[in-house]
């Protein structure tokens, strides 16, 4: 397993943008897929993005889709999620989640490490 911590999140404007950094631990970091879930009030997680451990493989849910951007550097041990135009229902608990394994799935229990999370509120 890795360690994650992320960063990056905070109050926003409707329309505005975010860049929320996810920094892990470990030297196999290469050997992960990431991904990015959110946890609104009241909500079940959910999926945001995934990327595979290249980073030439990507997946978006809908609602973000054309907003948001996934990327990593492998050799910083760092995930990112771009965010804009960002939207009132876009605000939750942003998590970063690791999985063993070198592709990407959209089921969360197949990430095996999970970050504390950040905040992102947008207001209206």
């Known amino acids: 397993q890795v360690q994650l911590v992320e960063s990056g999140g905070g109050l926003v404007q409707a329309g505005g943008s975010l860049r929320l950094s996810c920094a892990a631990s470990g030297r196999t970091f290469g050997r992960y897929a990431m991904g990015w879930f959110r946890q609104a009030p009241g909500k079940e997680r959910e999926l945001v993005a995934v990327i595979s451990w290249s980073g030439d493989s990507t997946y978006y849910t809908s609602s973000v889709k054309g907003r948001f951007t996934i990327s990593r550097v492998n050799a910083k041990n760092t995930v990112y999620l771009q965010m804009n135009d960002l939207k009132p229902e876009d605000t939750a608990v942003y998590y970063c989640?690791?999985?063993?394994?070198?592709?990407?799935?959209?089921?969360?229990?197949?990430?095996?490490?999970w970050g504390q999370g950040t905040q992102v509120t947008v207001s209206s």
């Open positions: 989640a690791a999985r063993e394994y070198t592709a990407w799935t959209t089921d969360s229990q197949d990430y095996t490490s």
